[in-house]
């Protein structure tokens, strides 16, 4: 075949072989496949660049095609896995996808930060907290593609591994990425079940005849629906299962902060601060709520996944349309936590229960003078989001047990064994929930480890890819918001041992309740 025939055709001339990308992957380079896999086998040196065969009548360095050919240098490894197998995404998916990835059920705790910070530090802390997650959010929609390489890191894991070196970023970020993806489903599992109690509850009015299911019997029937939502194949698959979640994250929201200010300031309600018996508890309980309001906004794990999933070439990069849709998401995200964090504070000030927060007090205060049908709704929202976050945090975990089959095969992985591996992560995660149902309590501590991922690593990533002239101002907020990010972390870990210590925690294991 002639080398002008076998161009068009989408073949390359000479002896060189080149793995050719099928149509969702092209203008789509990855750096690698996995978050954990080994960088060596992937990352070319910056003086070894990979030589692609160009026909011989694209002579002129500057051809569009040429350009074209040498940016499209494709792991075919990213097109059997979950993560970057379709790259056809688009704006609203992103928001879809970055709205039911940002906002959860951590969000109805808010106004238990405000009872200990009051209501001038409890708005300030929240407005700050909001817009630093937001640039640092920024900061990665900028990192996840270079410019100059074309380059694209499709997951946190490699952006880290990248910038820190592999051994380094295993030890600062292995272990909070793996939790904010499993600990999150674990954790989705413990709360989908208590809620589908809850909804059975509301729904039967005490008038069932029949032998409610037990509270481990609600986490399996939760875990198997979204064991089977979980074999959608990849990514891009489930934007409309992260529509759904966006939705019912949003209503369950709404409803929650309007229900409860309709009904009014409850009975002896008060808004003077909480304080301790002791300086020391007073200030540890101070960080304690610190980390409620950074733990509300999380996804920004699942950021450079989201963006992997979008097509990018040299004039229409992936940032913008990412870039859109985040802040299409965050408008929303804005609109959920303010008021539910201002609202519930002045309808309940410090009676806001500290497990459940807005939810618990929608059914204990106004359980009884509140629609079934608003109640019943409201708890159906809670599980729906709950099946739907499940599938986007659990979709890291999903691409690094596949990325294991196709480094050693070097193909697809089959169907069925992707159904099984889905399967064994799910019931998995509801050997966890059932085997430690306090997991929940020690979600402060684990919060503080896990910060950096959010406050402090883009930050500092950003200072070694991008650097910027020293003692600039980007340079200095950035080092400024990297290094108290990290300060933050060390302290609400500290916290979150001594209110452990001060408290206790009623260590249950194989008894939830």
Known sequence: MHCTQRF????????????????????????SRSPLLALDDHIQPANKTPRISTPRFVTPLGSPIRRALQLTRLDPHDAWLPITESRNGNAYYAAFHTLCSGIGIQALVLPVAFTILGWTWGIITLTLAFLWQLYTLYLLVQLHESTETGMRYSRYMQLCSATFGEKL?????????????????????????QTCKMFFDVICGGTCTAQPPTIVEWFLIFTTAAVLLSQLPNLNSIAGVSLIGAITAFGYCTLIWVVSVIEGRTEGVSYNPVRGSTEVTRIFDVFNTLGIVSFAFRGHNLILEIQATMPSDEKHPSSVLMWKGVKIAYTLVAMCLFPLAIGGYWAYGQRIPENGGMLTALFVFHGKDTSQFILGLTSLFVIINALSSFQINGMPTFDDMESVYVKKKKKALPWWFRAILRAMFGYGCFFVAVAIPFLASLAGLVGGIALPVTLAYPCFMWLKVKKPKAFTPIWCLNWVLGLLGMALSGVLVAAGIYVIIDTGVEVSFFDPR
Do not use: R
């Open 8 to 31: 068009q055709q989408g073949g390359f001339c000479g002896n060189d072989t080149a793995y050719i990308a099928p149509p969702s992957q092209f203008h789509s380079p990855s750096l």
């Open 169 to 193: 970023a295993k030890w600062l970020a292995l272990f909070p990425i793996m939790y904010l993806s499993g600990g999150t489903c674990v954790a989705l599992i413990i709360i989908g079940g």
